[in-house]
């Protein structure tokens, strides 16, 4: 799919289809959601409308293409009749014809909008096409002026549809960290906790979910809609989401491993077949995997990612393909300290530690712990009968799981944990 703009206007009217490439029907909208500072809306999804004329919400996570004729999209069609939350608007019905004043003292009327993918199945918007009336002669007649300026130029003047308050109250948390963004959301009360959590975009509420009690994760996801909700366990750990999955009533859980990404949720349902508090249930099924021929350089430019967490980047693992999990045979891991000391044309297959026995899937808690401890790790392979490796353990998923039950809720209201699991 290609990364540049793509104007809204010119894909209002296409035809959608679907995985079978069958007509599903046409595309009248685009759905975004403000973000804090001076990001640009994120695009939720599509306001696509049935050939019976209902509208209904398709999530930009399943769009699979676009080009001139048609988009297309994969997985299932949820049929339900489009409504909008209060945090969300339409590009179109909104935007479109908006009358802005620009920072010179004059005015100008939104013509179009375009957005563009900055990452895999995630887009925003772009830039903001406007146009102007120019004066000729006497008469006042003339011809229309046309020009594109990018979001960050006109954004302040385009939306504002979130209360002050709140939108104070968003800035003051994106510049938070996760933990201390959880303990304000912990400290506000119910009402004004929702609406803060509508208002925050689905990333931020992951990071700050992940870090809240459990009780209040299970209550505050079920307050959202239901693809909301969805969206939101998309952008948490797979492990963390699947701690959340295993508290919530059956028919609910299934319901959003549904509605989220196959991909997403074919990790989230890997982990569930594991018994809680074992090495297959607390693992990642994102670790740094690499093919025998990898050199040095391969893996350090991988560990050099932004979004690995220091715990993940500690370590690659080398694996025969595919190098995603399941992986193909395992054949080791190697520390980062190694790679660093090594020349960049080396391959990595090389450098394993032979001395690193993997956790099987089954591995308790407690040995899980010990293991840690004897081999003085911040991640630990974990490798099935098969011999691949399906996933890593990390040092905070395992105290994660040592620390009593409620350590979190005892944390934020200034309480002492009173036990630690022992080992």
Known sequence: ??????????????????????????????????????????????????????????????????????????????????????TEELVVEDLFDRVIDRPDGTQAVIADISMRQVRNKEWELDEVALTERVNRGLLGRGRRHVYTLDWHEVGAAVTGSVDQDTTQMLAQLADMRPADMARELHDMDPERRLEVAHALDD???????????????VDLLQTLDTERAADVLEEMDPDDAADLIRELPQALAEDLLQRMDAEEAQDVRNLLVYEESTAGAMMTPEPVILGVD????????????PELTPALASMVFVCRSPLDVPSGRYIGAVHVQRLLREAPSITVAGL??????????????????????????????????????????????????????????DQMDGTEPQEVISG
């Open 1 to 86: 799919m290609s990364t540049s703009s793509i104007f809204i206007a010119r894909i209002v009217g296409l035809q959608v289809l679907d995985g079978l490439g069958d007509p599903v029907g046409k595309v009248r909208d685009v759905v975004v959601q403000q973000r804090t500072g001076r990001r640009p809306p994120r695009c939720r999804g599509l306001v696509v409308e049935l050939f019976a004329r209902k509208r209904i919400f398709i999530p930009m996570i399943r769009v699979h293409a676009i080009d001139p004729t048609q988009v297309a999209i994969s997985g299932a069609v949820d049929t339900r009749r489009f409504t909008r939350r209060d």
């Open 203 to 217: 990333e931020q509420l992951a990071n700050a979910l992940e870090e809240l009690p459990e009780d209040e994760q």
């Open 352 to 409: 394993v530690d032979a001395g690193l026995e993997p956790l099987d899937p089954d591995t308790t808690l407690p040995e899980v712990s010990r293991y840690f401890a004897t081999y003085n790790l911040v991640v630990a392979p974990v490798v099935d009968d098969q011999q691949r490796l399906v996933g890593a353990v990390t040092v905070d998923d395992v105290l994660d799981h040592m620390l009593p039950e409620d350590w979190r809720g």
């Open 294 to 305: 990898a050199t040095v350089a391969d893996a350090l430019a991988r560990v050099r990612i």
